[in-house]
T-cell receptor, first 111, second 116 residues
């Protein structure tokens, strides 16, 4: 069975410090993996996606994620947090059109 | 480029009533998705259409939920009769549908349903 686990429901970082949002997956075969962001009162927006090409994926707004098959992880990082990064982030697995969202991680940015 | 449109944005109904949601995808997008997002949880895929055919409806509670996508463009999702546990945000998304499993989904603003 396929699954996605976001290890933290809430993450708080200070503005200007690094961000790490963790995602682990379970899949019998190599899936496609995505990170989406949901700002308050706005629709979900794609940050980045891994589709079996380069394992280090760069996305919008300075975010990137690394696919690690040996660790079954797809963690999202950003070197320096900005106040506008405060939002909910979802890790998503897609294997043969079976789409599974993680429960989400709410990122808080402290001034 | 216009985004995914959904209506209504908010709906409040009594339990056992019926409700319908409408979605207009981005022009040219072959794939359309309906999700249910309960407060504090990630979206759960209810049904996925490729043009006007159903790709996956394994998580759609078929005893009360129905969806259609006539002519492969707009779609409606109906709940009849509604239960308290159906209170959620219903999200519609669309994608080009060219590459299975790797498409970027574009989401609408959602319809917030409250069942009293």
């Amino acid at each position: 069975a396929q699954s996605v686990t976001q290890l933290d429901s809430h993450v708080s970082v200070s503005e200007g410090t690094p961000v790490l949002l963790r995602c682990n997956y379970s899949s019998s075969y190599s899936p496609s993996l995505f990170w989406y962001v949901q700002h308050p009162n706005k629709g979900l927006q794609l940050l980045l996606k891994y589709t079996s090409a380069a394992t280090l994926v760069k996305g919008i707004n300075g975010f990137e994620a690394e696919f690690k098959k040996s660790e079954t992880s797809f963690h999202l990082t950003k070197p320096s947090a900005h106040m506008s990064d405060a939002a909910e982030y979802f890790c998503v697995l897609n294997r043969d059109d079976k789409i599974i969202f993680g429960k989400g991680t709410r990122l808080h940015i402290l001034p | 480029e216009a985004g995914v449109a959904q209506s209504p944005r908010y709906k409040i109904i009594e339990k056992r009533q019926s409700v319908a949601f409408w979605c207009n995808p981005i022009s040219g997008h072959a794939t359309l998705y309906w999700y249910q997002q309960i407060l504090g949880q990630g979206p759960k895929l209810l049904i996925q259409f490729q043009n006007n055919g159903v790709v996956d409806d394994s998580q759609l509670p078929k005893d009360r939920f129905s969806a259609e996508r006539l002519k492969g463009v707009d779609s409606t999702l109906k709940i009849q009769p509604a239960k308290l546990e159906d209170s959620a945000v219903y999200l519609c998304a669309s994608s080009l549908g060219l590459a299975r499993g790797v498409d970027t989904q574009y989401f609408g603003p959602g319809t917030r349903l409250t069942v009293l």
